[in-house]
T-cell receptor, first 112, second 109 residues
């Protein structure tokens, strides 16, 4: 069974631009979560989707948004990029909200 | 909200040594996960262990939910065990994981 996939793996953007990251969950998994990892803040929860509905959102500004499609694939978007948005963005999928989460390889975003 | 603390923050060992990593959490949880993050950033699932003890090769984990801690044991360490080990727990009725700060493990040959 294929694991969680994320595209692209690496991105370089400049301040003010916007970016879209994609996540394809493990087949059959309906819950997708996004996390940001930075050296200073560690792993921080962004949001979680289940059956195309955002059920929970972390403490991030409105520039961070996401969505989930009917096939459970998810995208997250960051608008008006700031230098502090440079981070590793990790996506996880699980069968249900309380079950084990499995992570993709991440997208490493650098904002110049 | 729930707090997760891991200790020690750093650990340097010689190849072949054994180690114990600890994860304390401040509230009741329904499950707990241990991960190993490799140098490329990939989070690898080690254990999904709400309570009790599990073993997988040289690794084992024990969670004592009533006392709000979990331990990860690594025996006969190899250089490939190097990386950061995280524990993470979900708060009640909340669809996310709360993470500890991690233990950075360096295994020297």
């Amino acid at each position: 069974k294929a694991g969680v996939t994320q595209t692209p793996r690496y991105l370089i953007k400049t301040r003010g631009q916007q970016v879209t990251l994609s996540c394809s969950p493990i087949s059959g998994h309906r819950s997708v979560s996004w996390y940001q990892q930075t050296p200073g803040q560690g792993l921080q929860f962004l949001f979680e989707y289940f059956s195309e509905t955002q059920r929970n959102k972390g403490n991030f500004p409105g520039r961070f948004s996401g969505r989930q499609f009917s096939n459970s694939r998810s995208e997250m978007n960051v608008s008006t990029l700031e230098l502090g948005d440079s981070a590793l963005y990790l996506c996880a999928s699980s069968l249900r909200e309380t079950s084990e989460q499995f992570f993709g390889p991440g997208t490493r975003l650098t904002v110049l | 909200g729930i707090q997760v603390e891991q200790s020690p923050p750093d650990l340097i060992l010689q190849e072949g040594a054994n180690s114990t990593l600890r994860c304390n959490f401040s509230d009741s949880v329904n499950n707990l996960q241990w991960f190993h993050q490799n140098p490329w950033g990939q989070l690898i699932n080690l254990f999904y262990i709400p309570s009790g003890t599990k073993q997988n090769g040289r690794l084992s984990a024990t969670t004592v939910a009533t006392e709000r801690y979990s331990l990860l044991y690594i025996s006969s360490s190899q250089t490939t065990d190097s990386g950061v080990y995280f524990c993470a727990v979900p708060p009640p009725s909340n669809y996310q994981l709360i993470w500890g700060a991690g233990t950075k493990l360096i295994i020297k040959p």
